[in-house]
């Protein structure tokens, strides 16, 4: 069946990159995403990543996947306390099923 | 509509009543997608529409747990019986088929007294 998992917690400096990690299971997987929620606020989509590329860069977002491994990260540059939110890793099956692992809260220091 | 829309936003309810929640997806959307967060929790997928197929079912936690889809557009969660352990927040999304990204709804609070 299909799992995705997160760490759960990450704290950083602002200024610092942050990088977020996820692991997921089904290797059918046709795209990878990376969703955004603010408090009090809805989820809204930050990134994706098709399964069949490597890397993709979006400003100051950086998305990895090793698709040997089922390792996805994500990597935010120069983060600001904006950037403060619970950030969810998703795998889309073949099925056009949407998993979403526990999310990674992310807190930045000033 | 403009967006995924839910209601009621929130919704209290006592032990063992039957609650209802609704979404609007984003007209034209085939695939409505239903979650649960609750507190300090992750996703939790409960069910899966797409089209005229049959649903995906296999994250609902209980046979309490119902949802339908009508005319390929309105969708209704229904609780039965509901417990305290129900008491999340609610989610709602919708994407075109195939489509990379799934709008959400801002959700149901619902808790369980």
Redesign the interface.
């Known amino acids: 069946g299909e799992d995705v998992e997160?760490s759960l917690f990450l704290s950083v400096r602002e200024g610092d990159s942050s990088v977020i990690n996820c692991t997921y299971t089904d290797s059918s997987s046709t795209?990878l995403?990376w969703y955004k929620q603010e408090p009090g606020a809805?989820?809204?989509?930050l990134t994706?990543i098709f399964s069949n590329m490597d890397m993709k860069q979006d400003q100051r977002l950086t998305v990895l996947l090793n698709k040997k491994d089922k390792h996805l990260s994500l990597r935010i540059a120069d983060t600001q306390t904006g950037d403060s939110a619970i950030y969810?890793c998703a795998e889309r099956s073949r099925?056009?099923?949407?998993?979403?692992?526990?999310?990674t809260e992310l807190s930045v220091k000033p | 509509g403009a967006g995924v829309s839910q209601s009621p936003s929130n919704k209290v309810t006592e032990k063992g009543k039957d609650v209802e929640l609704r979404c609007d997806p984003i007209s034209g959307h085939t695939a409505l997608y239903w979650y649960r967060q609750s507190l300090g929790q992750g996703l939790e997928f409960l069910i899966y529409f797409q089209g005229n197929s049959a649903p995906d079912k296999s994250g609902l936690p209980s046979d309490r747990f119902s949802a339908e889809r009508t005319g390929g557009s309105v969708s209704t969660l229904t609780i039965q019986r509901t417990q305290q352990e129900d008491s999340a927040v609610y989610l709602c999304a919708s994407s075109f088929a195939g489509d990379t990204e799934a709008f959400f709804g801002q959700g149901t609070r619902l808790t369980v007294v």
């Open positions: 997160q795209y995403y809805g989820l809204q989509l994706y969810f099925g056009g099923k949407l998993i979403f692992g526990q999310g």
